[in-house]
T-cell receptor, first 112, second 115 residues
């Protein structure tokens, strides 16, 4: 059972454009939603995270939007740059849990 | 180095052989996690160590997989009688304390190829 569904699988965006990646979850016990960025040959690194008590969190060019009623959250990358080209994973976990449940990832390519 | 290190970076083995993958967590981190990343898939949780507590092995896919953590630091993931479906990148992560809301720092992974 896939508890976190991520889309699209791949995304091509022009430099300066907005990249949007969506995730949906099923488990209502989830209460922490991080996004990870992974470059080829590297391990994933935490990018930004949100809790469901807020609907949006922004850090620089990266914004998470959260819709608790729809059980959906998304990552927006403003002014996308070629250096943002990487695979992005959404994840979710519940209170007190140590297990992160990951989406399948989105490969983002930002073309000049 | 200050990060999580893993060795080897690549491992090619023949079906039926045993392999050992090593993880050196960040010094002082009490929690250690192993994940498997198959092509086109997300990260699949395998096992979790927290201090000296018994590990959570609930994610291990079969009894061919085992892991240990010696002295609360270095961890070894062992796969016995490897199968082609074991081919994947095996990632190790550590965090200061247990609980996934504590940032997990990932190593670069070991790419395992079973021929």
């Amino acid at each position: 059972q896939q508890q976190v569904k991520q889309s699209p699988q791949s995304l091509i965006v022009q430099k300066g454009g907005i990249s949007i990646i969506n995730c949906a979850y099923e488990n209502t016990a989830f209460d922490y939603f991080p996004w990870y960025q992974q470059f080829p040959g590297k391990g994933p690194a935490l990018l930004i995270a949100i809790r469901p008590d807020v609907s949006e969190k922004k850090e620089g060019r990266f914004t998470i939007s959260f819709n608790k009623s729809a059980k959906q959250f998304s990552l927006h990358i403003m002014d996308s740059q070629p250096g943002d080209s990487a695979t992005y994973f959404c994840a979710a976990t519940g209170a007190g849990s140590y297990q992160l449940t990951f989406g399948k990832g989105t490969k983002l390519s930002v073309i000049p | 180095g200050a990060g999580v290190s893993q060795s080897p970076s690549n491992k090619v083995t023949e079906k039926g052989k045993d392999v050992e993958l090593r993880c050196d967590p960040i010094s002082g981190h009490t929690a250690l996690y192993w994940y498997r990343q198959s092509l086109g898939q997300g990260l699949e949780f395998l096992i979790y160590f927290q201090g000296n507590s018994a590990p959570d092995k609930s994610g291990l896919p079969s009894d061919r997989f085992s892991a240990e953590r010696t002295g609360g630091s270095v961890s070894t993931l062992t796969i016995q009688r490897t199968q082609q479906e074991d081919s994947a990148v095996y990632l190790c992560a550590s965090s200061l304390v247990g609980g996934s809301v504590n940032e997990q720092f990932f190593g670069p992974g070991t790419r395992l190829t079973v021929l």
